[in-house]
């Protein structure tokens, strides 16, 4: 690659956990830079290539066919080290050395919390691209990834609710989103699941197993025998699914059934909405750089593309739904009846 | 059924084409009712039920476990018959006659009319629920099976680009949306579709066919041999897929196969934005009904849920989204360059 | 229903766990049925509604469109009861007063058991169809719901590997099958996966920790760093998925994730081989009786129908093909080579 | 590439049509391969490639991850200039050239035609694997490709009944395999349609129109009104399912609505069946080489591996399988009654 050319160069990272639509947002970055004649250089792993100077031009036949493929071609990877002092002068010293001046992070909140410790020493334009399956970033209504986790586990709940409804049994389906519900809330009400349990409805009043118990009981007396499919975000339970799976059955009697869905939230064809979404944002990010915005993080609001100071994604909260949320655990909810009725 | 019962009573419908998600809406309108101490009383095959008094109590039980299926568990039909005086008038008798204060009409725009029709007729509320997979009404964001119709059609164009890159042909897959290219501009989008050739982008300046080989020959030439997948909305070439396929072989010589997708993209499972939207826009409807509202539509816009005149929906004009066609038509076509660039 | 018809009867259950494809046997029994004359009375939830004198009449147009589904439309259960001698004699009873002469169980070896018990007190015919996604029954080269489960863990895998791949990352996918690895075995060639641990491989010498791990850094010297995906069948580690993911990171510091499917493996639309084989297991089953056999399983050998006496189902022992343990195990295994080579 | 290798060279394409399951083919026939010290050259495009000398070396590593994607990676294409005696002289040179001793042809009968056509100009050994979605080739009971084409017309008709199911209407659905219904007799089967136009059901008495309309009313006389879902094979009917459908809507007022599967048939993650009869075969491949067979094709007969004089591919027929047809035909069909009924 010619050190010479003329072109503004900018560089393009994938870090922290993959998530579905990495692939489109990164072709959606290459193919705006390419229209507004500018140069990609992606690196490799994350900041760990940012760090080890792993890097690949990239250009837009390199792309043109990966937006339906989860995973991300270019790798990604965790890499505690970056937060060193010594790290972003490092990455700092190879950006410059290969003439970039404007770096694309996609990733989640821990990886811009990178971004912004290498702004710190590094005086390029860096602009995020929200990229994880949690949704738990500030400022966006939707990160890439978490349609496609949501598709996932609502498609876990239909085949569990199949078998569930030939047995009328109880089942425990464990998902993605420790510190947010997200998943849990939109994956329960897509797939009509009888109970969610996520950390917002535990934060004030923890569930307790004679709870449960009880409403599977209520909910059988409401409505007569059937399944009874449970919705459990990732630690919330000592031991998660298979742990509360085992408690039901050895102190209630009640026949139960975990799943534990894990990464596969993370495969598979990314949805349409995770597609155009990261086509978006790859774009909205290329011409941020155009605009010569700096620490700043692509999202969508309302329909329309904004900009989120980077720091404000991951100290300002991101709350659930609260429509969403009321009409599952109230209004579908078979032992809550209005006042009025 | 007790017609000396003291709860208020609602009437639903779905009509018009079947949309995925129509399930989940109907589910959600009786799930709300319930809440909120209704009943509910379903007419099957839409306006033709509602005529023939074809009906059908509802309750919880008998919707619980429908939202992963499309379709419409109530039927549904085209009734042209509707548009007459008589048929308006007879509705409303039907509708008093049965106790029933408000109907909630999932469907498109030709229900809508029809429900507009009946409001002449009769003093009962009526509000629309919009189930239609072509994402043309004014006033919501989206229309329930929209998103449904645009995984359909994007997963049939990446199956399509497997086979197309195998061979580096030339395909046309063609999708519905005669008066609006809305699934033809998401799915091609999301599937990085070369081409797409709707309605909005023939208005003006209708498409030649000498005009296409042009753009796949250029395309060609900037990006080296390869696949090459053209959308095409329905109506918008005579003879469609199949035809322009063969003109294109026989006139040109240029090898084409074509896809015609017709009602494929009306079944499967909704998808988890259908169900989620369909569940809000259901509960949303009842609880019009409970604010005294009639002749409006539930929709959503930018997150929140809205409610529109019914008579806006058709009579007022839902555009593409702007900045999808800029990106997929501009910014992504290869052979479009930035003047920057 | 008169019990002055001229017409034979026969009955049908599902019993013990549900697999995918059931309803199509269900139906193709009805179906078949009907073509020669017969009633069809089915007992929901297996030997329980058979007890309890549970029963419907089922006819074709009840059984039309349910193959697309899994579960069982008539209910499934287990019914430890029905070991004992008084149970059987009640079922005869019942069967014997509803004039049915045939009955057809759909189900796996404990069903066949129960079948088997049956048939000590009762007179009538008894007909097994393999219905179990273990695909562990002596006499049939495949039973229903054993492809749809092998489809489930390999869609599961295929997403695993997205993510693994973008981390160069270990992964263990716990798939159903306690004493065969069949499933196991098919997936992971299926998904080329990079390791399995099946009943079958374990016999003589259980897998220790130390032998994985060594396994493991082999792998990644011979083709170097890149993911690395197991199967785990249940019940051959202790505490499955789980806890050798945490043993693995705990002891050795190789990150390392797990997934549980569980019951997801008997959900879903049945493959095409699954709808298939139980269509024509079902119509075999009607065949067999108008031909007078009893206490015979319809089975599938060499692309042929068989009958197979009950009794062999659960005594004799369907092995692991042995060309597909051997290409999985020992071709497609890096480490190892031929002599030859 | 060293020259000078004394390890034995063998060389792999893909050729005509792609088929779901050709990359997984490949790697088998490379892992293999490579177990048995050998080495692997690919030709690009199939015998074009062969002539243009575009070839390149296959390791383990290139096709670790490539068994779950369709299409083909070392890309296909159809080569009509390949039956000229230059063509099969040229390729000799070349294979000679390159130290090649043996040559595996993935592909149709169109690809072993050719192949057969290089034998009688090269000394080499030539071993066919077959991979067309057509299931046309004499010597195996299945062909790669063809399970998925089967699934993914399946899953079309499934998505058609949802809708046809909600209006009550006839439909058809257009699918491969103009001289054989393997796939047309399948996807019915395992869709539960209620017709198939099949070349074997047309040879001896083609459909008419009337008697197809006839077969429509007949079925609603004795089921009652209903979905109508009809499959027809290509070529079955001048201009397929569009004209049909608007002859059928035209002539006897039968609202009727027409898909056209087209290629989507060939794309899409390869059914279990067909990434485990790939590798199956492609290992065999190999293995024949090992035994000094040549001009055979690797097949599968009641679950055995066998092998095929490569003549008898095209020159044999492959008849349906008649108790498939029987079933969907005659047992399946609700206005045929069998004369014991």
Same mark, same amino acid.
């Given at each position: ?42 690196? &490799? ?6 760090l ?20 991300? +071609? +270019? #790798?990604?990877? &965790? ?5 060193? !002092? ?29 971004? @912004? ?19 738990d ?6 990160t ?16 569990? &609710? ?9 089942? +425990?389906?464990?998902?993605?989103? $420790?510190? =947010? ?8 009400? =897509? =797939? ?20 449960? !118990? ?8 409401? $409505? ?29 009697? %009640? ?5 534990? %869905? ?6 598979g ?5 995770? $597609?155009? %979404? ?18 700043v ?15 404000d ?8 739904d609260?429509?969403?949320? $009321?009409?599952? @655990? ?6 809550? #009846?209005? =006042? &009025?009725?």
């Amino acid at each position: 690659m010619s050190e010479t050319s003329t072109k503004q160069r900018i560089g393009v990272l994938t870090s922290g956990g993959d998530a579905p639509g990495m692939n489109a947002a990164l072709r959606a970055v290459v193919l705006a830079a390419e229209h507004y004649g500018m140069e990609v250089i992606a690196f &490799r792993h994350g900041y760990e290539g940012l760090l080890n100077n792993e890097h690949v031009p990239l250009k837009g036949a390199d792309v043109l066919h990966v937006l339906q493929y989860s995973g991300t +071609i +270019i #790798k990604s990877a &965790r890499c505690p080290r970056f937060k060193e !002092v010594e790290s972003a002068q490092l990455a700092a010293t190879n950006l410059d050395s290969l003439g970039i001046s404007a770096l694309v992070v996609i990733g989640g909140d821990g990886s811009f919390r990178g971004a @912004h410790h290498l702004s710190q020493h590094w005086k390029g334009q860096i602009i995020g691209v929200p990229g994880t399956i949690d949704n738990d970033l500030y400022g966006t209504d939707a990160t890439i990834g978490y349609s496609t986790a949501v598709a996932i586990a609502m498609d876990a709940l239909d085949k569990i &609710r199949d078998t569930a409804d030939a047995m009328d049994r109880v089942f +425990i389906v464990e998902v993605m989103g $420790r510190h =947010a519900g997200f998943i849990g809330l939109k994956s329960a009400m =897509a =797939a009509g699941a009888e109970r969610m349990i996520l950390p917002e409805l535990q934060k004030d009043k923890p569930l307790t197993i004679a709870a449960l !118990v009880k409403h599977i009981k209520r909910v059988e007396e409401v $409505r007569g025998a059937g399944s009874y499919v449970m919705v459990l975000s990732e630690h919330q339970w000592p031991g998660g699914a298979v742990a509360l799976s085992e408690q039901l059955e050895a102190e209630y009697s %009640l026949p139960c059934r975990p799943c534990l %869905l894990g990464h596969i939230q993370r495969g598979g064809p990314p949805t349409s909405s995770d $597609r155009v %979404l990261a086509s978006e944002l790859g774009v909205h990010a290329v011409e941020l750089i155009l605009q010569g915005k700096t620490e700043v993080m692509a999202g969508i609001k309302a329909g329309q593309m904004v900009e989120v100071p980077l720091v404000d994604t991951w100290t300002k909260k991101n709350p659930l739904d609260a429509n969403l949320l $009321r009409i599952q @655990h109230e209004i579908f909810n078979p032992v809550k #009846k209005s =006042a &009025r009725s």
